[in-house]
């Protein structure tokens, strides 16, 4: 009776010995279970982040490499050519076309020939009135001799050295007095033609600096010089 309780003391021993270290063995396999599927967890991650990451930079490197390629290909648009500036055209073409220069040349040639014509009028006045002066002149020339000589006839001295005295010194008087006519029409056409001279120089200066003007516009215009 005691063997057998002994006995199976003894079974009863062995058996918690082994359950024990089963538990313990099944302790350490679940253990070592749970780390290699955390390493194995760990591992996939990795793998899966790795992958992602490259098959990102893949992605990005495919999209700059298209974009490079669209931009070099058709994106790109080539400089054309700055466009050449207008030929200007000649000088005297131009001054043919500048309105502001052949209005200065239409009013310049109109005021001078208005000017020229007014000295033409003054001229032709000045010598009407000459040649009238001269001619009552010499009428009142002709009408004093023959005073003077009826005078000293009347007297019966005309065959006297005083008649000639006489006649002398009237003859002297009226040769002063018609030189000193030629010379005041001579000073008065003298005046005009001076009057014309400075009116055309004038005029001409007036052209030239309207053709400088014009030459002036033609070169901002054309960017010359």
Do not use: C, H, W
Request: charged share 25%; hydrophobic share 25%; proline share 3%.
């Amino acid at each position: 009776m005691l063997a057998r309780d002994s006995g199976s003391s003894g079974f009863s021993g062995i058996g918690a010995a082994i359950g024990k270290a089963a538990g313990s063995a099944a302790k350490k396999v679940a253990k070592r279970g749970t780390s290699s599927g955390r390493a194995s967890s760990r591992s996939s991650r990795s793998s899966s982040g790795s992958s992602g990451r490259s098959s990102g930079y893949s992605s990005r490197s495919s999209s700059r490499s298209s974009r490079s390629s669209g931009g070099g290909g058709g994106g790109y648009v080539p400089r054309s050519a700055a466009p050449k500036p207008p030929t200007p055209p000649s000088l005297a073409s131009y001054l043919g076309m500048d309105s502001v220069y052949q209005q200065s040349v239409r009013g310049g040639k109109r005021s001078l020939t208005d000017f020229l014509s007014e000295i033409q009028r003054r001229r032709g006045e000045a010598g009407t009135q000459f040649n009238q002066t001269k001619a009552s002149m010499e009428r009142d020339r002709t009408q004093q001799l023959e005073s003077l000589r009826d005078e000293f006839a009347s007297r019966g001295l005309i065959q006297s050295g005083l008649y000639g005295e006489e006649q002398g010194r009237f003859q002297k008087q009226f040769t002063e007095q018609g030189n000193a006519l030629a010379q005041q029409q001579a000073a008065l056409l003298a005046d005009l033609l001076g009057q014309e001279k400075n009116y055309r120089r004038e005029s001409d200066l007036a052209l030239e600096q309207a053709k400088q003007e014009a030459i002036a516009r033609r070169a901002a215009k054309y960017k010359i010089g």
